[in-house]
């Protein structure tokens, strides 16, 4: 019974902006579950080449090319996934953008494009997949945070709102939604090495310091995020709602 808890057999998953990185890593983990995943991006030739590698180990896995930042097509998008893959058990709100720069400097152009992506995106799909959860009493959104979404750091203010953001659309989704069945909560991932963070996994000084400021004293693997999204996505957190999950090595938790 408590294994079965855990079990993600015959459950659809969308996972947004999961052609590498995070995105990717956690569509493995589910699919080693027993889910069926949809791999989502605005890159056909990536987001193919990731469900290639997942179908190659025997993984159920469907590309769905769409731009969470064309509002008008989301629900489209949606419905169409609905319809030609099956029923959308758990969506991952995964897709995120970065940029960097002194906020005094920071170009106008790159706030909007963090805050249609990071935030607007998440919202317009959760909305999308949620209209179908409703009527059906079941459903559960996850939403990728940041360590940001409780901290700051220098020379990136604009993404910081973006994931502080994040942490509070969990919670009113869950006060809207919970209602009806769903349960919406949120990761929170410490540095991790990935894709978006090569720079500064690449830069000596910085990692310095992080390994120095995390108590658990390394970068995260992103496989270490999978045991968490799956808690989230399985019955095992049934009664689990508007929560943030820190999977930090316990930077948060220090001063």
């Not at 969470?68 to 489209?76: C, G, H, K």
């Not at 049934?238 to 090595?249: C, P, R």
Request: with cysteine; glycine share 10%.
């Amino acid at each position: 019974m408590t294994k079965s808890l855990f079990s993600l057999d015959g459950r659809l998953v969308l996972i947004t902006g999961s052609g590498q990185g995070i995105g990717f890593a956690l569509a493995r983990g589910f699919a080693e579950h027993g889910a069926s995943v949809v791999l989502n991006g605005r890159d056909p030739g990536k987001v193919a080449d990731a469900v290639a590698k997942l179908r190659d180990t025997g993984f159920k896995a469907h590309a769905s090319i769409f731009d969470l930042t064309d509002f008008r097509s989301v629900d489209e998008d949606i419905a169409r996934i609905e319809a030609e893959i099956g029923t959308i058990d758990i969506l991952v709100n995964n897709a995120g953008v970065q940029f960097r720069a002194p906020l005094e400097d920071f170009p106008e152009d790159q706030w909007e494009r963090l805050f249609r992506t990071n935030v607007s995106g998440a919202f317009h799909a959760g909305k999308a997949v949620a209209r179908h959860m409703i009527p059906r009493g079941k459903g559960k959104i996850i939403n990728i945070g940041s360590v940001q979404s409780e901290l700051a750091r220098t020379g990136i203010a604009p993404y910081t709102a973006t994931k502080g953001a994040i942490r509070n659309l969990t919670r009113g989704m869950c006060a809207d939604w919970a209602k009806h069945g769903l349960q919406i909560n949120a990761i929170a991932p410490g540095y991790f090495r990935t894709e978006m963070n090569q720079a500064l996994v690449d830069n000596a000084e910085f990692s310095a310091w992080l390994e120095k400021r995390t108590p658990a004293g390394r970068w995260g693997n992103v496989d270490e995020l999978i045991g968490a999204a799956v808690f989230l996505a399985s019955d095992a957190s049934s009664f689990v709602n508007g929560h943030t999950l820190y999977v930090d090595g316990g930077l948060t938790a220090s001063v």
